[in-house]
């Protein structure tokens, strides 16, 4: 995102607003904003290559923050302001931040986590300031609203647990490059859903996601507005779709299905400005997408893909309605392959592992695998069956059953846990803990679990807590002591789909 580009022909544009307070910035705004901010991260040490870490709620200060470091050539790097300290401790010291914004509110939490890095960030708190930060407002009064003298292409780096559910930043190369020669960001994609300048994109996402902030970078590139809610609100959204002539928008299928829940729903208008919903971050129920479509009218796309950028799939409305179940071909000169244990294609129809088809820098060949299950049809259609792992897709978001277990054995009434997602109406997957406590654990059923709820909520992010707790005497392990999930899966899965 290099705001000059739009902003040198028509910089009266609105590039960002604000869904419910209604501030905006014009791209002649971000630009200066962003300049201005530039420039006081070069003067406070902040040099290319470094990284700037964003934990802040959804505010106009967020796309300033990502085009300064997407001009100075930062590592733009937006983290979950939900976490918990400990849980923050690993990925800020993964990122090794040079710079970090955040809010007043989270500054003592950031603070507390930064404590223990080798170098202490240069912290800016939107909307106020607090001992050892400077506010981020402020401190752009009276700064140059010029480019650096050395402008480069910054990139974006985003977090994803891995297989063991420790944080992992995948970090998108930085080219050395000038802004101006940055390759364009997913064209296939935004060719097939009509991003281009003028439209009014509504992004009612957390913008740390990484399908939100991809969005984001996407619309502002093109000269489109990007409308944010600062915080997700079905009858909200609904009426900001209408009132606010949206022509484009972003979901997870847990927002979709909150859409429709909403009771007064035919009482707001469809908007007639919106001709285009995509959905992402797990994969939409058929049912679901039907729904959608019949109220909506047929605008709703799906794509699947990874955060890391390995490849993309693509399915339209119409495609959809005839592929129920389908995530869609793959984009570009992305391939997608099916493999079993050994790498080696499946038939068609057949299940197996998921994977991007990739060359490498030196010609070579590799496959990067999604962890998921599906089979492809005989004309290239993706069909996803499950996940490979025991991560916890809940709402959108990957969630990493290791973490909560080793929360939850570390409290002394428990021996020993095992996590994992069971079908949810509502946000796909729920997290359930079977929970085997020590056996001078005298405890009720009551107090136990409302125990494990506070000993979770205290060290996790609460969308991370179990929703639900069972226990047994004895955990079931295979002979490697390994836990045996799938059996303790299929026990309690009947008992779900018959609730």
């Not at 800016?124 to 402008?151: C, K, N, Q, R």
């Not at 996407?218 to 409308?227: E, P």
Request: glycine share 10%.
């Amino acid at each position: 995102m290099y705001p000059p580009t739009i902003a040198n022909t028509t910089p009266d544009a609105i590039a960002y607003e604000m869904a419910g307070s209604g501030a905006s910035l014009t791209f002649a705004d971000l630009d200066a904003r962003s300049n201005a901010l530039a420039h006081l991260l070069r003067r406070n040490g902040v040099r290319p290559g470094d990284s700037l870490v964003i934990l802040l709620p959804n505010d106009l200060a967020w796309p300033v923050a990502v085009a300064a470091g997407m001009r100075t050539g930062l590592e733009v790097t937006p983290i979950n302001w939900h976490l918990r300290s400990t849980e923050l401790v690993p990925m800020l010291a993964e990122a090794a931040p040079a710079a970090l914004v955040t809010s007043p509110d989270l500054a003592p939490l950031a603070m507390q986590a930064c404590a223990h890095l080798d170098r202490t960030p240069y912290v800016l708190t939107v909307g106020g300031e607090i001992t050892g930060t400077t506010e981020f407002d402020s401190a752009l009064d009276g700064l140059p609203t010029t480019p650096v003298e050395d402008e480069l292409l910054g990139a974006r780096v985003l977090f994803s647990g891995g297989s063991t559910g420790r944080p992992k930043a995948y970090r998108q190369p930085l080219l050395g490059i000038h802004p101006l020669d940055a390759p364009a960001r997913h064209p296939g994609l935004g060719a097939k859903l009509g991003i281009e300048a003028g439209i009014r994109f509504l992004s009612p996402a957390p913008s740390y996601h990484a399908a939100p902030f991809t969005f984001q970078l996407m619309v502002a590139s093109a000269g489109g507005t990007v409308v944010c809610m600062e915080s997700f609100d079905a009858t909200g959204a609904l009426r900001t779709l209408h009132e606010r002539s949206i022509t484009h928008s972003q979901w997870v299928p847990t927002m979709l299905s909150r859409l429709l829940a909403v009771e007064d729903r035919h009482d707001i208008p469809v908007s007639p400005t919106h001709r285009v919903a995509v959905t992402s971050g797990a994969p939409c129920p058929p049912d679901l997408k039907d729904a959608i479509n019949d109220w909506w009218g047929d605008v709703l796309h799906e794509y699947y893909g990874a955060s890391e950028g390995y490849g993309h799939t693509y399915i339209s409305p119409a495609e959809s309605r005839e592929r129920r179940g389908s995530v869609g071909r793959p984009l570009g000169a992305a391939k997608v392959r099916v493999t079993d244990a050994a790498g080696h294609d499946v038939p068609t129809g057949t299940v197996g592992r998921v994977g991007f088809e990739g060359t490498a820098a030196d010609g070579s060949t590799t496959v990067k695998g999604m962890g998921d299950l599906g089979r492809l049809d005989e004309d290239g259609y993706l069909y996803l069956s499950g996940r490979e792992s025991f991560m916890i897709i809940s709402g959108g978001v990957n969630i990493h059953p290791e973490e909560i277990e080793a929360v939850l054995t570390a409290h002394p009434a428990v021996a020993d846990a095992a996590v994992f997602g069971l079908p949810h109406p509502d946000f796909g997957e729920e997290v359930v803990a079977v929970v085997e406590l020590e056996p001078d654990a005298d405890l009720d059923a009551a107090t136990r679990d409302d125990l494990l709820r506070d000993h979770c909520r205290d060290h996790l992010a609460r969308f991370k807590a179990p929703r639900r707790y069972e226990y047994v005497d004895k955990l079931p392990r295979l002979p490697t002591g390994k836990l045996n999930k799938k059996s303790l899966q299929s026990r309690y899965l009947p008992r779900t789909l018959k609730d």
